[in-house]
T-cell receptor, first 117, second 114 residues
């Protein structure tokens, strides 16, 4: 299994809703990432988990809450989002964390298209 | 400030033609450079990864070049196909201590037409 899966593919939520995005990989990768991508823009790094611990938080608002239940799963909990949070949310994984200094490849999932109304 | 600039922003070519996409970077200290293909609404897929010592690397009809002296890279697509229509993103990795940090370019949107 050499892919990263994300669910749901599409999500529409109101500003008062609570929802979660899910990401899964079974490649034995020890680092997982959340990115946010607006239309026609490059992905922006949000969080990095290394060996199931949060290692990088790129000053993301607290209405986004990541969780790594185990080495294969990564969640992103959403609460009280704003319309400007509408974007494609990408999950990625890599064999090694970015702090290893090693040459590593990131594998991206297909993304969740989030619309906040 | 680390930056990655790509050109052109968008490109339309006829099926079967060749094209070259450019990437200029100011990332330092350089670790490696990657080219990704991203279909609309999908996650990026890696095409090539190049280190400092590599000048050229091919992946099927895709050939990437790297000039670490001028800090430029190009992605050449040969005999384009309709399925090549996508955004192509150049990503440069910097070595910061024992960490690696990626800087993404804004991408080139390629459309291949009949």
């Amino acid at each position: 299994d050499t892919e990263v899966t994300q669910t749901p593919k599409h999500l529409v939520m109101g500003m008062t809703n609570k929802k979660s995005l899910k990401c899964e990989q079974h490649m034995g990768h020890r680092a997982m990432y959340w990115y946010k991508q607006k239309a026609k823009k490059p992905p922006e790094l949000m969080f990095v988990y290394s060996y199931e611990k949060l290692s990088i938080n790129e000053s993301v608002p607290s209405r986004f809450s990541p969780e790594c239940p185990n080495s294969s799963l990564l969640n992103l909990h959403l609460h009280a989002l704003q319309p400007e949070d509408s974007a494609l949310y990408l999950c990625a994984s890599s064999p090694y964390p970015p702090t290893s200094g090693s040459f590593y490849e990131q594998y991206f999932g297909p993304g969740t298209r989030l619309t906040v109304t | 400030k680390n930056q990655v600039e790509q050109s052109p922003q968008s490109l339309i070519i006829l099926e079967g033609k060749n094209c070259t996409l450019q990437c200029n970077y100011t990332v330092s200290p350089f670790s490696n450079l990657r080219w990704y293909k991203q279909d609309t609404g999908r996650g990026p897929v890696s095409l090539t990864i190049m280190t400092f010592s590599e000048n050229t690397k091919s992946n099927g009809r895709y050939t990437a070049t790297l000039d670490a002296d001028t800090k430029q890279s190009s992605l050449h697509i040969t005999a384009s196909q309709l399925s090549d229509s996508a955004s192509y993103i150049c990503v440069v990795s910097a070595r910061v201590g024992t960490a690696s940090k990626l800087t993404f370019g804004t991408g080139t949107r390629l459309q291949v037409t009949l």
